[in-house]
């Protein structure tokens, strides 16, 4: 029996203002405001979809992956009957949805596919109550350059209509090919259903020595790991990576079923957030420890005790001993990058090993240039986000996988090989204070008379007396980006005042969310002598926390009485 063609319809609609992707063609809003608003999602969706050109957009093929927050799945179908209406000519799924952005950044590379489109608030609360995203992926597998995102803007606010087959239906839990024939079309729109973990392993596999991993955790001298896959997207990964290939045992790894909600917690891998994870590991049962954000592309890093290692400090220790890994023994280093508010330790480790190191704005768009240019072979941000150039993202458990090839190289604890770096570099001591959900306004207005005290000439060279520390401000910026690689200017990225003594303050509001804004401080304080690396952060950067909340007066003009999180 021949099968009826499914209608492609023409849906009238009215344009949105606020649809302007924040880094990386990412647009990420309170869930309800998806569901309740007419069209809001259809409307983004046909704006990302009609920013490729329809030349490269007819029969191209595009990846979709969700990290299974709640609305995935009604998003996931509107993202396919949509495609299937514009043109795309084959979707790659992973099965039920499933796909971290690690992922979804390998498959298209792998594939060579035109782009992607993840859906995900990464970090952010699910459920009802919490927020959904949509994030648009290019051909080299990493997040939209601003140029795209701009284009993405502009069609969002003119949109009169979208394209929609809305009878087609997809079941994303069959694994392989789905064809559907199409109005007016002449050759099938297909969809693939994928193994979610599949290609990326094989990746892996070609980066890592399985087998030392495999030895750390199961032969004579191993050591026992916990894992926490928060609810979120990484359960399949940890569980088929670490546990079945790499021989954990299955009760390592914790949270590892994806919930529409992550099970009432905030997916965020950091000592607040991940405070079960924290637990277990004081109890000093376990060697090393892991957590992992929504989407997979963020990681927090313990040793045995509970002993932290900041983000800034892993990215270093990970660039100081990459002959652990075949995959840069093979690839050879070119340079490394990290984000301005990042700690200054990698730019130690650079300098002795003799490559570049490249200073960018928050975003791994920025990176991303940089390693298509062969420029960059590893980077990272503080927010716990490393990568290399084997992605064009940030990914969570490749970076574990590193860390557990130290670990086995080196034949050494967590701390040890912490306190082995220091004591050759030198200690950042290194903290950060968000303050969330404030008033945009008021942030905006902290900001802009923040700027104005800075820059100003009288500001420069002052000092300021802290107990028994004097601080002499050397110099004061507000940080532009010039891309080496194609001379693009990036302005407003952050204030900064740096001291005599390498000290640093940052101050920067984040872009990643809508409604309410996020003020972040960072300070960060270089100690050489050995002597004096057992102190505790806080303790060490309270006077230049004192500074950076006196001359904000954050305080004074929100209301508040300290940040939200501490990192």
């Not at 649809?19 to 998806?34: D, E, I, S």
């Not at 009609?50 to 992956?65: A, E, I, K, P, Y």
Request: one cysteine or more; aromatic letters at 10%.
């Amino acid at each position: 029996m021949e099968r009826t063609p499914i209608p492609v319809l023409t849906v009238q609609t009215s344009p949105y203002e606020d649809q302007r992707p924040t880094g990386g063609g990412g647009l990420r809003r309170p869930t309800g405001l998806f569901e309740s608003q007419r069209n809001y999602l259809p409307n983004f969706v046909q704006s990302v979809l009609s920013s490729v050109d329809l030349r490269d957009r007819q029969g191209c093929t595009m990846v979709v992956g969700s990290d299974g927050r709640y609305f995935s799945k009604t998003a996931i179908e509107i993202v396919v009957q949509m495609a299937a209406a514009n043109g795309i000519g084959r979707l790659v799924i992973g099965q039920n949805g499933i796909l971290s952005t690690p992922a979804v950044s390998c498959i298209i590379r792998k594939i060579k596919a035109a782009g992607g489109i993840i859906l995900t608030a990464s970090h952010s609360p699910g459920g009802p109550g919490g927020e959904f995203g949509v994030k648009f992926e290019v051909a080299n597998g990493g997040p939209a350059p601003d140029i795209v995102s701009d284009k993405i803007y502009q069609i969002s606010k003119t949109l009169e209509e979208y394209a929609i087959c809305p009878d087609l239906r997809v079941d994303l839990s069959r694994l392989g090919r789905q064809e559907f024939d199409l109005e007016n079309k002449f050759k099938p729109f297909r969809v693939e259903i994928v193994d979610s973990v599949d290609i990326y392993l094989n990746l892996l596999r070609s980066i890592f020595d399985f087998n030392a991993i495999r030895n750390l955790l199961t032969g004579p001298n191993q050591i026992k790991i916990r894992i926490d896959a928060m609810n979120g997207v990484m359960g399949p990964y940890v569980r088929r990576i670490l546990c079945d290939e790499l021989g954990a045992p299955a009760n390592s790894a914790i949270n590892c079923i994806p919930l529409e909600d992550f099970g009432g917690q905030t997916p965020d891998p950091n000592l607040t957030y991940a405070t079960a994870l924290l637990e277990a590991m004081r109890g000093g049962e376990y060697g090393f420890g892991a957590a992992f954000d929504a989407d997979g592309d963020r990681y927090m890093i313990l040793g045995q005790n509970g002993f932290f290692v900041n983000a800034s400090d892993s990215l270093a220790i990970i660039a100081a001993n990459l002959s652990c890994i075949p995959y840069f023994c093979q690839m050879g280093v070119r340079g490394f990058g990290r984000s301005m508010p990042t700690s200054t330790a990698l730019d130690k480790v650079a300098k002795a090993m003799k490559v570049p190191v490249y200073e960018t704005p928050t975003g791994w768009r920025y990176f991303s240039s940089l390693m298509d240019s062969g420029r960059c072979s590893l980077c990272g941000e503080e927010s716990f986000g490393t990568g290399s150039d084997h992605l064009r993202e940030k990914d969570g458990l490749w970076a574990v996988l590193v860390w557990l090839s130290i670990l086995a190289a080196r034949k050494q604890s967590v701390e040890e090989i912490v306190r082995d770096h220091w004591a050759k570099f030198g200690r950042h001591y290194y903290c950060r204070f968000d303050y969330e959900a404030l008033e945009p306004r008021t942030a905006y207005f902290i900001m802009r008379d923040l700027e104005a005290l800075i820059t100003d000439k009288s500001f420069s060279h002052q000092q300021f007396a802290v107990g028994n520390n004097i601080y002499s401000v050397e110099r004061t910026d507000s940080f532009e980006y010039i891309d080496p690689v194609d001379g693009t200017v990036t302005k407003r990225q952050g204030l900064r005042i740096i001291f005599s003594d390498a000290s640093r303050l940052i101050f920067r509001m984040s872009a990643s969310s809508h409604v309410r804004a996020t003020l972040r401080i960072y300070a960060e304080s270089y100690e050489k002598d050995p002597s004096q690396h057992n102190k505790e952060p806080q303790a060490v950067l309270s006077p230049l926390i004192a500074i950076a909340l006196k001359i904000s007066q954050i305080h004074e003009r929100t209301g508040r009485k300290g940040p939200t999180v501490i990192t």
